[in-house]
């Protein structure tokens, strides 16, 4: 069926199909590089969230995998084609950040439009059900509101009963409510065998959606894993306390990253605060003032992208 | 072809229910042409015919023009602008469906006001045009238009999507005027006589007067060349214009 995909084997034990992917794939702006020999793979079946702040290279990382972009080095190829073919784009549908779009043709005229670009489209009536917008059938664009614009924009991109589909700030603008239907819907997507590749600055949502986390950081790569993973990895958990101990023994426990002295206290970088206070009691009966602080993910995120 | 027939249903959908597109290319040539041939007019000669007659010539390859340059230059610098086209080249349409609908639309809108005008000449200013020289004017001015189709495609790629409307306005409005396209060209100072048989817009006019046999021109096959010449200059500017925009989307202009 997938002929031209390669097989590759990931550590699951499992193996998977790359349906797109991009290798050692660089792509500067003038003077500025948006992508630095990146290599990305999204397997058959899996949501992958691209994590990162503006402009650390996701928009840039799905254009060139949409064919919309050159890349200045390094191989682009979806289903093992140049996506800048629109053949090569005929498994594949996207969901864009757009400005603005016609606004004077209704959603079900644009869902019939797109439909007619796939060989084997869905329904109009499937993909509105799919997207959840039936009740916007009949209004024109210039009429949605913010959040049932970019429904209907998702409809769009699933219009064509792709096996990929790539979703750029798909809730952008969305309120919580709104945010949580459209997740259902990315979900219901995944399971019935999809490929979802999609971009996001909000940890929630990556969260949430992802089977694997890339976080990219100034066009590169920072992470890659599932968002526990990735947790574990990059969380800074803080114990403080008063100890006798000096930095050097402190530093020979396990678990431990980091050790600062601040006046008679000590502060203790950690993977495991539970073995880390283990340790000291152990070591130290008489220290005391026991502070421990850990990280949410809010600030994982915040250590891996703040230089 | 499916995908083709649906692209240009929908363009057609989209341009008919935008009000501005409406006015501005597809209103006032009919509004100028009900002015001067009906209204003020209506008993004039003009090299041989009826001044409305005449008019219908000239308003007609103004009203071509008019539904090229705003249907498919405008539109295209707009959807340029607004990251729509993006959302075409991120789909499986092939490109030249997508210009190839848009083309259509431009050249059928001005095959639509040109069939309008003819309505309003023969019911409103008595205009006699046998069926044949009808549609023989009708064919000259939709194959005349392609030019203009192509005019539309340039400055759909050439333009700034923030400032088209008032380039489209200011090729247009002045090119129909210099290529005696509101008042004949013999109406104009000397000067700008000898300007105006150059611009394209005249050549076009000159060829739908030849219907009437008001101005029997003997100059016939170089009116088609001239627009031959110009249709592909305006696509060398297209092809221009095209390439600088992929280049800048990736950073290198």
Redesign the interface.
């Given at each position: 069926m997938q002929a031209a995909s390669v097989p590759v084997s990931l550590n699951h034990g499992t193996s998977f199909r790359t349906v797109a992917g991009l290798t050692r794939v660089t792509k500067s702006y003038g003077s500025r590089r948006a992508l630095d020999a990146i290599d990305l793979r999204v397997s058959s079946g899996e949501i992958l969230a691209l994590l990162g702040p503006n402009g650390a290279g996701k928009t840039t990382a799905v254009k060139l995998l949409l064919g919309l972009l050159n890349p200045d080095e390094g191989q682009v190829r979806i289903f093992g084609n140049d996506p800048r073919q629109a053949r090569g784009r005929q498994r594949t549908g996207a969901m864009l950040q757009v400005a603005r779009v016609p606004e004077t043709l209704r959603v079900r005229e644009h869902i019939d439009l797109f439909a007619s670009y796939y060989p084997h489209p869905l329904s109009i009536a499937e993909t509105m059900d799919a997207a959840g917008i039936r009740e916007l059938a009949n209004r024109k664009f210039g009429e949605l509101s913010g959040g049932e614009k970019q429904r209907a924009l998702f409809a769009w991109a699933l219009c064509g009963n792709p096996d990929l589909l790539f979703l750029d700030e798909p809730t952008v603008g969305m309120d919580v409510e709104a945010r949580r239907g459209m997740w259902k819907q990315i979900r219901a997507l995944a399971a019935r065998g999809k490929s979802v590749l999609l971009t996001t600055h909000y940890l929630e949502e990556a969260e949430a959606l992802a089977d694997r986390i890339v976080v990219l950081h100034h066009g590169r790569i920072i992470e890659n894993g599932t968002a526990a993973e990735i947790k574990s990895r990059v969380t800074r958990q803080l114990v403080k306390c008063r100890t006798r101990l000096r930095i050097e023994e402190l530093m020979r426990f396990t678990h431990v990253n980091d050790v600062q002295r601040d006046g008679d206290s000590v502060e203790i970088q950690t993977s495991s605060t539970d073995d880390v206070l283990r340790q000291l009691v152990q070591a130290d009966p008489e220290a005391c003032g026991f502070e421990l602080r850990s990280g949410g993910l809010e600030e994982a995120f915040l250590a891996l992208t703040t230089d | 072809m499916?995908?083709y027939w649906?692209?240009t249903k929908?363009e057609f959908?989209?341009m008919l229910?935008?009000p501005r597109f409406a006015l501005s290319a597809l209103a006032m040539p009919l509004l100028f042409y009900v002015l001067y041939a009906v209204v003020m007019y209506k008993s004039r000669h003009m090299g041989g015919a009826t001044m409305a007659s005449y008019m219908l010539a000239t308003f007609g390859s103004f009203g071509v023009m008019g539904a090229c340059l705003f249907g498919i230059g405008l539109n295209l610098a707009n959807?340029r602008?607004?990251?729509?086209l993006?959302?075409k080249?991120?789909?499986?349409?092939?490109?030249a469906i997508y210009f190839l609908a848009k083309l259509t639309i431009g050249v059928l809108f001005g095959a639509v006001e040109v069939a309008v005008l003819f309505a309003l000449g023969i019911g409103l200013a008595h205009v006699r045009l046998s069926p044949v020289d009808t549609l023989r004017m009708l064919g000259i001015l939709v194959a005349g238009s392609i030019p203009f189709a192509a005019l539309g495609l340039a400055l759909g790629y050439l333009a700034k999507p923030d400032s088209a409307p008032v380039l489209v306005n200011l090729i247009y409005l002045p090119l129909a005027f210099f290529s005696g396209l509101w008042m004949p060209v013999e109406f104009l100072p000397k000067a700008l006589q000898h300007v105006a048989v150059y611009p394209p817009p005249y050549h076009l006019s000159r060829l739908a007067l030849g219907v009437l046999g008001a101005d029997r021109d003997h100059l016939y096959w170089n009116h088609w060349q001239s627009l031959a010449c110009f249709t592909a200059i305006f696509l060398g500017l297209a092809m221009i214009g095209y390439r600088r925009d992929n280049a800048r989307?990736?950073?290198?202009a």
């Open positions: - | 499916n995908v649906k692209e929908y959908l989209k229910r935008n959807e602008g607004l990251g729509w993006e959302v080249r991120a789909s499986p349409l092939p490109p989307q990736n950073g290198l």
